[in-house]
């Protein structure tokens, strides 16, 4: 159904939605078209005058075997960290929505680690796994695993995946419980009397009903894992060692800011642009498809 | 198929209600129970502890000889129709029925055998492939329905099935549950506040309040002769009137002035005691000027084949079914009932004298 309100001037809503549109405007699409701009120019090294290289910026970074090792590292950062918020926050929302069904303090208390800012996180995190100074790490150097995520690449990726998964399981948790508690009570209660067991009724009806739900969250925590693990890595790792922490946004900081190669950088920001334009896209697309049965 | 039994059953939840307090009753194998009663009396509560889904606070519920008390509900045997369908949205109405026989590992040909046997009982062939969504509530009904049918349980249970139907769809629903259970032998528990249901639906009858049995027997039995003024007023529509009135002797009640006849055999008190005398409006004629219980009219209600005439004899409320046409035309005229008519009651105890 649509919905129409009429205004009386004609220019009322224009001027209603002027301020929005001035902020999109200054905030977005400036420092957007800057972007596509400074990524088809190339810098001298003093940055005194650039000139108009095409293509050329795109051609070395698809030439750059560090690009594609960054690209790489980027998807296991991303995919660890999706799928273990996912997970963690779904078997904590089955657990919640089984015991009490409606109550709030409960996700109240989850929902904390959501408001803590990511360089928060990084340092409740580096005091936890800290080589010297963690006691998880204590932990485990005393199972025998020398833990020192300074020098070995995996050990660094390991504590940021953790570090960011935590920091996204509330959010995940709370979108999980209310999924759950849309699905009628009875639907299970049918299911249980049919035959089906615990784990079958999970897999064969809980599951699936809140398959449109773990979608809208899979893209949320992917875009998550992109683009607002920065603050997270920055106090953590910096990208290191090594690059071994090194994500696509990073690189962005790291060869732009740090590196002073302007142009890359801003090439590979215009790719980001389009990694998620895709993702909304799909998003979208299948949030209006179905969403509800 | 398995006859139901149960023992001194009870229901505390959390927080303390007693939803259920001490029912015992037997459902006889391949019978129709209905449990009857008022919202919150305990009817669900009690269906779906035999079905596994509430657990059981006190006493034991048997199917067949079995105590089920601590089974899951999965190993009961078992088939429920809830009264939202409850059916799983995202499965096609063939997985909907087949769920259940495969949860029990049925052969793939049985279960198509057995699905395709249901729908066509049920007239739901040109659906199978839809998913619930884009069904009516009707063939919604259906399907549950069906996915009960397809597994051959020992029970069937029924939570208000048809209530989410509009009324001429409940009426044929009715008929062909009926039919169905008929044709399939199943012992069935069926719960509804709707006395129609109740009456039409049941071999048994339990009427239900506040957590306890008020009774339990055939309906027409019931009807005849309610054991609480509860059952009495429960039973029937319109309602049963019930009127103050003083025993005269073993064969007479005073009401309002007048004085009616009780039939032999009909429970009674001694001269001078208060009792409540039940009388169902269709029990209650027009009587010659003279000869009945004076009566002032409100108003007229008509029904087609039949007529309401609602007033009052003294200060209580009464109501009169007549034949249409019939009606008394001034704002007051004289009833009757015959002996056999009237029900006493004693006003502290509620209880049939
Ligand atoms: N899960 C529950 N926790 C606490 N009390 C409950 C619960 N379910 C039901 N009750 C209470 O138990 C009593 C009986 O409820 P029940 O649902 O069995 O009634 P009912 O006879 O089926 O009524 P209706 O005709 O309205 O469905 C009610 O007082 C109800 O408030
Ligand atoms: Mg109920």
């Known amino acids: 159904m649509e919905k129409r309100a009429t205004f009386s001037n004609r220019y009322l809503p224009y001027a209603l939605l002027a301020p929005q549109i001035l902020v999109t405007l200054i905030f977005f699409y400036w420092p957007a078209a800057q972007a596509i701009r400074q990524s088809f120019m190339l810098e001298d090294a003093f940055g005194l005058s650039s000139d108009f290289v095409w293509f050329e910026n795109y051609v070395a970074l698809f030439k750059d075997p560090s690009y594609y090792q960054t690209l790489w590292t980027t998807f296991v950062f991303s995919g660890s960290v999706a799928f273990l918020s996912l997970s963690v926050a779904l078997l904590l929302a089955v657990m919640a929505d089984a015991e009490i069904r409606g109550a709030t303090a409960y996700r109240t208390f989850l929902i904390w680690p959501y408001a803590v800012a990511p360089a928060v996180a990084g340092v409740l995190w580096i005091f936890m796994l800290d080589p010297s100074l963690g006691m998880v790490a204590r932990g485990l150097k005393s199972l025998g695993l020398d833990w020192n995520p300074r020098l070995n690449g995996t050990h660094a990726l390991t504590q940021v995946v953790l570090a960011s998964a935590w920091k996204q399981i509330s959010y995940n948790f709370l979108f999980f419980l209310a999924g759950l508690q849309a699905i009628p009570r009875s639907v299970i209660e049918a299911a249980a009397i049919d035959g089906a067991r615990a784990w079958r009724r999970f897999w064969t009806i809980t599951l699936p009903l809140l398959s449109p739900t773990t979608f809208f969250l899979l893209v949320v925590n992917i875009v998550y894992a992109f683009f607002d693990t920065f603050g997270t890595i920055d106090t953590m790792t910096q990208g290191g060692p090594a690059k071994a922490t090194e994500t696509l946004v990073y690189k962005v900081y790291s060869d732009g800011r740090l590196g002073g190669d302007l142009g890359g950088s801003a090439a590979q920001s215009v790719i980001l642009m389009i990694i998620v334009i895709g993702l909304t896209a799909v998003q979208f697309r299948f949030v209006e498809r179905r969403v509800t049965y | ?353």
């Not at chain 2, 505390?12 to 919150?40: K, N, T």
């Not at chain 2, 919604?140 to 069906?146: H, L, N, P, T």
């Not at chain 2, 989410?164 to 399939?184: C, F, G, P, T, Y």
């Not at chain 2, 429970?267 to 009945?292: K, N, Q």
């Open chain 2, 1 to 353: 198929m398995a006859s139901v039994t149960l023992s001194a059953v009870s229901k505390i939840y959390h927080g303390g209600v007693e939803a259920v307090r001490g029912v015992s009753f037997e459902v006889p194998d391949g019978s129709f129970c209905v449990l009857v009663g008022p919202s919150g009396c305990g009817k669900s509560t009690l269906l779906r502890m035999i079905a596994g889904l509430e657990t059981i606070t006190g006493g034991t519920v048997r199917i067949g000889e079995r105590v089920v008390n601590d089974i899951e509900p999965a190993d009961r045997d078992i088939a429920m129709v809830f009264q939202n369908y409850a059916l799983y949205p995202h499965m096609s109405v063939y997985d909907n029925m087949a769920y259940g026989l495969r949860n029990r590992g049925t052969p793939k040909a049985e279960i198509e055998a057995r699905v395709a046997e249901a729908a066509r009982i049920l007239a739901i062939e040109p659906f199978l492939d839809r998913r619930p969504r884009q069904l009516s509530g009707g063939q919604r009904q259906r399907v549950a329905m069906g996915r009960a049918i397809v597994r051959k349980p020992q029970v069937f249970l029924f939570d208000e099935p048809l209530s989410n139907l509009d009324a001429k769809l409940r009426v044929q629903m009715r008929v062909e549950i009926k039919r169905l259970q008929r044709s399939l032998g199943v012992t069935s528990v069926y719960v509804t506040h709707d006395q129609v249901e109740a009456m039409t639906l049941s071999d048994v009858l339990v009427v239900m309040n506040a957590g306890q049995v008020e009774q339990i027997g055939r309906p027409i039995d019931l009807y005849r002769k309610p054991a609480t003024r509860f059952v009495a007023g429960f039973l029937g529509s319109p309602a049963m009137n019930f009127l103050p009135g003083t025993v005269v002797d073993a064969r007479t009640v005073s009401i309002g002035g007048g004085t009616l006849r009780v039939a032999p055999g009909t429970g009674t008190a001694g001269p001078g005691t208060t009792v409540e005398v039940g009388i169902r409006p269709e029990d209650l004629r027009i009587a010659a000027p003279g000869e009945g219980l004076r009566v002032a009219v409100e108003f007229i209600e008509e029904l087609g084949a039949t007529q309401l005439v609602h007033g009052r004899l003294g200060d209580a409320p009464l109501t009169i079914q007549v034949a249409t046409g019939e009606a008394p035309s001034g704002d007051a005229f004289e009833i009757a009932a015959s002996p056999e008519a009237l029900h006493l009651f004693d006003p502290a105890t509620t209880a049939r004298l």
